[in-house]
């Protein structure tokens, strides 16, 4: 039998060289050096248990005993195993706040803040003044205060945290009286109803989904209430005959009880955005302003920065919520306030904001500015794509994402692609949009309408070269 597969060109089982061989062999030294021993015997094995279970099946072509093709093969293994996970993407969606894709992108002096604290020991919970222990939130709730006109203020690691943690200290086996309109369901199938119960409140519902009046609140309130609650409606809106409740009357009615009023603000700006040409949105300025006594935010949506959960208010309230034990479990690490210090100080300075935060950049860039990149880029996709898609450069509309002004739209331009073949389009653009995000650094577009679409928005000028180098060859 095996002089027959070696009259075929095929080598038998016995045939296979040893591990210890191949270890010894020059073609696997790159490989050890790169990913050491433990791997590669790991991979070796692997591939060797491959090749016997084929031999003994049939043969297995004797270029592929060699050392350097299974030191070929070996590498690729290793290194695909090796890839980092999470990637560099080009969002081309549509959507700038894209929850999946990361949210906001850090400003150059948070990148360069976190990668400080990456490299060095910090004060995170030093007192540099008087040499004691100190409170990581002293590092932003100063900064805080300044640009919300809050008394105090605390962080977590997210909104939803933040909202927990507030049920739970200030509400715990009592009642929080929320509109009916406003029990709003975020990602991941994540609903407020829930967050409370998790948090030990009773929700106490009131209105109904489209009308809510003053008086419900008020016929509302009894013994066990702990709060008015506010909480916006950042990921849909409801139009039509509809009515609501502003803070300042929830917050006149909860302060003519004894009770607070507390806003969830969600997407929570720190500026006015209609000075920059975007759809107004409260801010948390006025919201406090409004009479809130607490409002939580987020810290990776209209504020730019990351992820993190915000609470200012009432410096009594603040005091409580950080006692909880819930707050240590929901602290945010020091690449958190890392990135987030010299967010806030970019506020600080609302003159360049529109320049160097790189969401309000992403947000405000004209469309002036994207159709002569769209027109450049729509030659270079073409040919990538090859004969069998047609690519135009055209208008679209952008949208902020992530739950904020969600009905509000940004003027944008991009390319279109569309099958030009027979048939229907569907599959042929799914191979496309499979190829785009095969690339070193993934595209990612949407589908509809029979397109393949692809907003520039996002796609910032000292980018497009490095977009440009990877469609320089035919996709398939």
Same mark, same amino acid.
């Given at each position: ?74 590498? #690729? ?9 999470? %990637? ?11 929850? !999946? ?21 910090? !004060? ?15 590092? +932003? ?68 989904? !489209? ?78 302003? #409004? ?26 309230? +603040? ?29 600080? #300075? ?34 990538? #794509? ?13 949208? +902020? ?22 048939? %229907? ?52």
């Amino acid at each position: 039998m095996a002089d027959q597969l070696s009259g075929a060109g095929l080598a038998a089982a016995s045939d296979i060289p040893s591990l210890d061989r191949l270890l010894n062999a020059e073609a696997l030294r790159p490989a050890l050096a790169t990913h050491g021993r433990t791997q590669v015997v790991a991979a070796l094995r692997r591939d060797l248990e491959a090749l016997r279970k084929r031999a003994l099946d049939g043969g297995v072509p004797r270029h592929e005993l060699e050392a350097a093709a299974v030191a070929a093969r070996t590498s #690729a293994a290793l290194d695909e195993a090796a890839r980092p996970r999470l %990637r560099a993407v080009y969002n081309l969606t549509g959507t700038v706040l894209h929850t !999946n894709l990361g949210r906001a992108l850090l400003p150059d002096e948070a990148v360069a803040s976190v990668l400080r604290a990456l490299t060095t020991p910090a !004060n995170l919970e030093f007192d540099l003044d008087t040499g004691g222990r100190g409170d990581r939130d002293d590092l +932003i709730d100063d900064l805080l205060c300044e640009l919300t006109g809050a008394e105090a203020a605390t962080v977590v690691n997210n909104n939803a945290a933040a909202v927990l943690l507030m049920l739970n200290a200030l509400a715990d086996r009592r009642e929080v009286v929320v509109s009916r309109g406003e029990l709003v369901e975020i990602g991941g199938a994540f609903r407020i109803p829930d967050i409370m119960k998790r948090a030990g409140a009773k929700l106490v519902e009131v209105g109904t989904t !489209n009308r809510t009046h003053a008086a419900d609140y008020e016929n509302a309130i009894g013994p066990r209430t702990a709060m008015l609650m506010k909480v916006h409606c950042s990921n849909y809106a409801v139009t039509g005959f509809t009515k609501s409740v502003g803070v300042a009357d929830v917050a006149a009615l909860a302060h003519a009880r004894g009770l607070p009023a507390t806003v969830d603000l969600g997407s929570g700006t720190l500026v006015d955005l209609t000075q920059f040409g975007l759809p107004k949105e409260d801010t948390v300025r006025e919201t406090i302003a #409004a009479g809130a006594d607490l409002v939580t935010f987020s810290g990776d949506k209209l504020l730019g920065g990351p992820q993190a959960g915000l609470l200012v208010g009432r410096a009594d309230l +603040i005091r409580k919520i950080k006692k909880n034990p819930l707050k240590r479990a929901l602290r945010v690490s020091k690449l958190t306030l890392a990135a987030l210090e010299p967010v806030l100080q970019l506020y600080r #300075a609302p003159e360049f904001l529109a320049q160097r935060l790189t969401t309000l950049r992403l947000l405000t860039r004209p469309m002036r500015d994207i159709q002569p990149q769209a027109e450049r880029l729509r030659g270079v996709l073409a040919h990538a #794509a090859g004969p069998s898609y047609a690519v135009e450069a055209v208008p679209m509309f952008s949208q +902020i994402g992530s739950g904020a002004l969600p009905i509000d739209q940004l003027p944008s331009y991009g390319l279109a692609v569309r099958y030009a073949g027979s048939g %229907r389009p569907g599959r042929h653009l799914d191979r496309l949009e499979t190829l785009l995000r095969r690339l070193p650094v993934p595209v990612i577009g949407r589908i509809a309408d029979d397109a393949l679409w692809l907003d520039l928005r996002c796609l910032e000028d000292r980018d497009e070269a490095a977009f440009t180098a990877q469609l320089a060859e035919p996709l398939a």
